[in-house]
């Protein structure tokens, strides 16, 4: 939290109870004085754990360009007041699911072949992917996401 634009009182206040009762979301409370330039990185946002070993273990990575990527189903456990929290793997059973993602720029004619290598049979006319004997038709949107109709 940055305190600015308000009398010393006030942002003293302000500080003071961020401080002592808004901890659990407030990690940082900075009220610079005029003209004092701070430090604002983009990692101020970012939620740190630390995997659990058999987390990692069981994790299924897929390719995605250079990258590698998993889904994970997990539940963070909290840590002590200095200590980062943990994630640790959630039961089979209480795994809630996921839709399908798509990462990347998605292309039907990969999804056709996807579709294709399944035993379905698709095909691509006029910049639309048709399957299902013409009951499913995939269009790509300008923005790259693929819709259904």
Not at 35 to 57: A, Q, R
Not at 111 to 118: W, Y
Request: aromatic residues 8%.
């Amino acid at each position: 939290m940055i305190l600015v634009h308000g009398s010393l009182e006030a942002i003293d206040a302000i500080k003071k109870f961020a401080e002592s009762s808004l901890k659990s979301i407030c990690k940082q409370v900075l009220a610079p004085k005029k003209g004092e330039k701070i430090l604002v990185t983009s990692d101020t946002s970012i939620f740190k754990v630390k995997l659990k070993d058999v987390l990692v273990d069981n994790l299924k990575f897929h390719p995605v360009d250079k990258y590698e990527v998993a889904w994970v189903n997990g539940r963070v456990t909290n840590g002590k007041e200095d200590e980062i929290s943990s994630l640790e793997e959630l039961p089979q059973a209480e795994a809630p699911g996921h839709p399908s993602v798509f990462i990347g720029d998605p292309k039907l004619s990969d999804f056709k072949q996807i579709l294709t290598n399944a035993g379905y049979h698709a095909e691509l006319f006029g910049g639309v992917l048709w399957t299902c004997d013409g009951m499913i038709a995939l269009k790509k949107r300008r923005s790259g996401r693929t819709t259904s109709y």
